[in-house]
DNA sequence: CGAGGGCGTTGAAATGTTTCAGTCGGGGTG
DNA sequence: CACCCCGACTGAAACATTTCAACGCCCTCG
């Protein structure tokens, strides 16, 4: 059946599974707990609904019949005829990236207070996987969708959002803001984290993050030379590091690169648009035998576990991960319950963690 | 309506959404789309489902009344007819660990394949929240749950399976083996790594884990011990660093113990049984001065990419982690569809992947 | 000219719930 | 004793789709 280069299958060949559990070979309904309880129908979906509003010894010989019969409500016919979906759905950018696994984190604890169920989706930065994940899940009648797009853009999201269904962006932010959205002000991001550069004492300082269509590269970028320009030091000297991605491996290739340049244009500081580039840059560091922070010092962006735990643990500027998916999932239950709700575009304060990958306070 | 220590929300009151969509404010149905299209019920559905027996001109009138309406099916509506959903689903461990987002990566493949949607869950390792996740997902009645479980013997489990929802257990055993599953041969992986250490002649080895009630733990350690035993090396200098969980601040803390023992008994080398905690004792053995690895040679296992991030990239067991994926969806599809499937355990071999966190081959 | 046969379309039944207007006794009140 | 109300339970309708037997029509062949 497969052939795979190293895997051996040992097949403890059980043949079938067991016996279908009903009679009939459907799962049990309402209908056969009813007449297995002796009552009708309705009461049954009572029990199911409004407990209350049926009698002790009643309520207890219908619990006692769906335990017999193995009874699971059939959640499709209870969306169908309820209309609404006890559901909420995360498509998050890229499962890769353990910050998004914090997001969706914040978001599943929101859903859990509002007993609801979380999809979580990955569409890998995928524009193609995108829509088709949110396709299914319109189909699904999700009570809202959360997302963190590829696009912010991209047609299908403002489509999503006329239809009606509860939207929020997570984030990101797109430029028509008819929907609600939670994001981090990643100029003041950048501005943080190169004036904590500076204050160290660099006068050299690499960028390192790209492409530049990714609109928080931009602003990260934008914020750091705003702080630059500010400290009055020579736009040359914040030398742009574009990468294709925001990947461990980038930054590992931005690292050859450079070291590749001569060295009075060589920085002492690096500030990488994420805690990836940033770990694959430390790496490069670590390797090409040069000391962290004395050689070059680096700060990262996002704070998120892997970034505490480096070898050198990295510096780097926090965004409220947890915080972000919970405020998210908040908005979105509000636009699908609330009739006169109104679109927020929250936006988060990040905030520099300091660790040894900057070295230690040096005064002036 | 928040309240939250750093954020600011920049509400840009977009009162309210635009007009509903629809005339009487449901989503249109297929009803609605019959009559616009001027042709019965039943042939929209066609559309839908069988276009090939419907004429190319009504089929186009159809599709642009759809396309005019906005109509989008009902998921609900169509599987409880149709008595078959569209979807599977990964109850994941911990959500944390990169590995297992490299696991439901593989099985999102097979997914996509077989043209159904994959709902991941995330336990957290929280065996109440598990219980949550799958009385949900059988109430959805998705065609298959993939599952790596907190307890592979908890009876709720079992249940499941016997309940006739097509059921895999990926990475995980059980002891009634009454179901598929799909898992990596830890004891070999235990043997792989130690030999290694051996083979670069370390002699006193620390093995970093636990708890001690995880089957892997278990399994991996006894690897170690059988190959230790055959070289003829005293028990007592294969070193059991019991963790109380399988994460980074584990490893560091690991780290620490490790560093307090005498010197005459402590180890040259550590097999850890994952890579989280195999990060965090590289990180405490940098931290503390140890150079890696001549000082302390670490092995990990899994090999998730942090792994060969890390400052000195991490030798490391590798387990085929996509491949698990890929195996334990198709099995699952197969116990779904196939009338006569036979339950299988599939056993992966793992691989060693040698980096520099152990240092270059040293002749004998 | 009638029989037969595709092809394209139709209409109704069925899926498992929830909801809601009723029904049925029984007990309290006037 | 009549009245009313209340609590507990019932039965049917509705939800949006799929499926399938049946139907009409046109064409072809005998």
């Known amino acids: 059946m497969f052939q795979s280069g190293w895997f051996t299958r040992c097949a403890t060949s059980i043949p079938a599974k067991g016996p279908p559990l009903t009679r009939n070979g459907r799962a049990p309904s309402v209908k056969d707990v009813a007449a297995a309880a002796g009552v009708s129908l309705g009461t049954v979906s009572n029990v199911l609904n409004r407990p209350s509003v049926v009698s002790t010894t009643t309520r207890e010989r219908v619990e006692r019949a769906m335990a017999e019969l193995g009874f699971v409500r059939n959640e499709s016919a209870r969306q169908l005829r309820a209309g609404t979906s006890r559901a909420l759905a995360y498509v998050m950018l890229d499962g890769g990236n353990p910050f998004f696994?914090?997001?969706?984190?914040?978001?599943?604890?929101?859903?859990?207070?509002?007993?609801?169920?979380?999809?979580?989706?990955?569409?890998?930065?995928?524009?193609?996987?995108?829509?088709?994940?949110?396709?299914?899940?319109?189909q699904q009648r999700v009570q809202g969708i959360l997302i963190t797009?590829?696009?912010?853009?991209?047609?299908?999201?403002?489509?999503?959002?006329?239809?009606?269904?509860?939207?929020?962006?997570?984030?990101?932010?797109?430029?028509?803001?008819?929907?609600?959205?939670?994001?981090v002000d990643d100029v003041l991001g950048g501005r943080i984290a190169v004036e904590h550069l500076i204050d160290r004492g660099h006068q050299r300082v690499a960028f390192v993050g790209g492409p530049a269509g990714i609109g928080q590269v931009r602003e990260r970028l934008q914020g750091a030379r705003e702080v630059w320009a500010?400290?009055?030091?020579?736009?040359?000297?914040?030398?742009?590091?574009?990468?294709?991605?925001?990947?461990?491996?980038?930054g590992r290739s931005a690292g050859e690169r450079l070291a590749g340049l001569p060295s009075r244009r060589r920085p002492t500081a690096a500030f990488c648009a994420n805690d990836l580039l940033a770990l694959g840059l430390l790496q490069h560091a670590v390797t090409a035998g040069l000391r962290v922070p004395e050689d070059l010092a680096i700060v990262g962006f996002d704070d998120i576990d892997f970034a505490a735990a480096a070898a050198v643990p990295l510096t780097s500027v926090r965004q409220p991960r947890q915080e972000l998916g919970r405020t998210a999932a908040r908005l979105v239950l509000d636009e699908a319950t609330n009739p006169d709700h109104v679109h927020e575009q929250a936006t988060f304060v990040p905030a520099l963690v300091a660790r040894a990958s900057t070295g230690t306070a040096r005064r002036k």
Request: aromatic letters at 4%.
């Open 149 to 183: 797009p590829v696009d912010p853009d991209a047609p299908h999201l403002a489509e999503i959002a006329q239809r009606g269904t509860p939207f929020v962006m997570v984030d990101r932010l797109s430029r028509a803001g008819d929907h609600c959205s939670v994001s």
């Open 101 to 138: 696994h914090d997001v969706a984190e914040g978001i599943e604890t929101a859903a859990d207070d509002a007993d609801l169920s979380l999809f979580v989706c990955n569409s890998s930065s995928r524009s193609d996987r995108e829509a088709k994940h949110l396709d299914r899940l319109v």
């Open 230 to 250: 500010e400290f009055g030091l020579p736009a040359d000297d914040l030398i742009n590091l574009s990468t294709e991605a925001m990947t461990v491996n980038e």
